[in-house]
């Protein structure tokens, strides 16, 4: 087997950690891009590592030799400095430019949210340049999307909120550990001009909103409780906290797009199925509790989610 040489940008993260732990594991030469100040120490001793300035362009074009695959899981703060993997690959022998994405795309009024904008705005600027491109587009995170309350799951209050037809639309799920395997199966050795100018979708599991409501009811043994919000409400919503600069953009325009069906449209029809991998179930996740913690998240950002949410 002939393994892709692979530069990886972004390790420390809740879904970039696991990724990266994978890829190692694969036993593709992996290579550890880090920005200064950020700690490398975790990694195991035999992954080279580097620490770059992207605001250095001859420093990041020097750790870009020798690389087949450029993967960024910058996370949202990092999403903007990646217009330095654009600038800098066109200098280089890469083959191949993964941008952060692991979302789904949203439509044209959906990109006025600011990280869907920006990550979109970054994989123009990559084609623009003429570099081979591939995203890689999984929906929603199991554990932030029915456990955090960001897609109107309250998975242990036993609340649930359906917004437009989310109800009867379904959303699509993968789970941390499905993400990471994935990630190895497509890049450790697959030849980059296979996976060129490909947005690729993964895909765990799928469920509606009565299906998630069906299964918090085995898990608690009661009826949850179910809040109804309009396609306007999350729209109108979504507009208020652009203006005041709010996190929840983002969660009021996921909603929306899981009640009007564009979430599933959002990850496109090129799936990528990884072999050997035994998928969870929907029962499994919420009513035998193999649903896993998501990052830890600030508290008074949690409460401030729950309560201007579930109203």
């Not at 703060?77 to 191949?96: D, M, R, S, W, Y």
């Not at 909103?209 to 299964?215: C, H, N, Q, S």
């Amino acid at each position: 087997m002939s393994y892709n040489r692979i530069a990886v940008y972004g390790h420390r993260g809740w879904a970039s950690s696991a990724i990266v732990n994978a890829l190692i594991s694969s036993g593709a030469p992996v290579k550890v891009l880090y920005r200064p100040g950020s700690d490398a120490s975790g990694l195991p001793e035999s992954v080279p590592r580097v620490e770059v300035d992207l605001d250095n362009q001859e420093q990041l074009v020097t750790a870009l030799q020798d690389v087949d695959i450029v993967i960024s899981l910058a996370g949202r703060e990092g999403v903007p400095k990646q217009h330095a993997f654009v600038k800098a690959i066109p200098k280089t022998n890469v083959k191949l430019f993964v941008p952060s994405d692991l979302g789904f795309r949203p439509d044209e009024k959906g990109l006025r949210i600011p990280v869907p904008k920006t990550k979109d705005e970054v994989e123009k600027a990559a084609k623009a340049a003429g570099i081979p491109t591939t995203v890689v587009l999984v929906g929603c995170f199991a554990e932030s999307g029915l456990a955090t309350g960001l897609l109107g799951v309250d998975y242990a209050g036993n609340r649930i909120i359906f917004t437009g037809d989310s109800a009867n639309q379904q959303l699509n799920i993968c789970t941390r550990k499905y993400v990471a395997a994935a990630y190895a199966s497509i890049f450790a050795s697959t030849p980059p001009a296979q996976l060129a100018g490909r947005a690729i979708g993964l895909s765990e599991l799928r469920a509606t909103g009565y299906e998630i409501a069906a299964a918090l009811k085995k898990k608690h043994g009661a009826e949850p409780q179910i809040l109804r919000h309009s396609l306007e409400k999350a729209d109108n919503e979504a507009d208020k906290c652009i203006a005041t600069g709010s996190l929840f953009s983002l969660h009021w325009d996921c909603r929306k797009a899981w009640g009007n069906g564009n979430f599933i449209k959002g990850v496109g029809e090129d799936f990528w199925e990884v072999k050997g991998y035994r998928k969870l179930t929907l029962d499994e996740l919420l009513v035998d509790g193999k649903l896993e913690p998501y990052r830890d998240l600030p508290h008074a950002l949690v409460a401030q989610l729950f309560a201007t949410t579930f109203t």
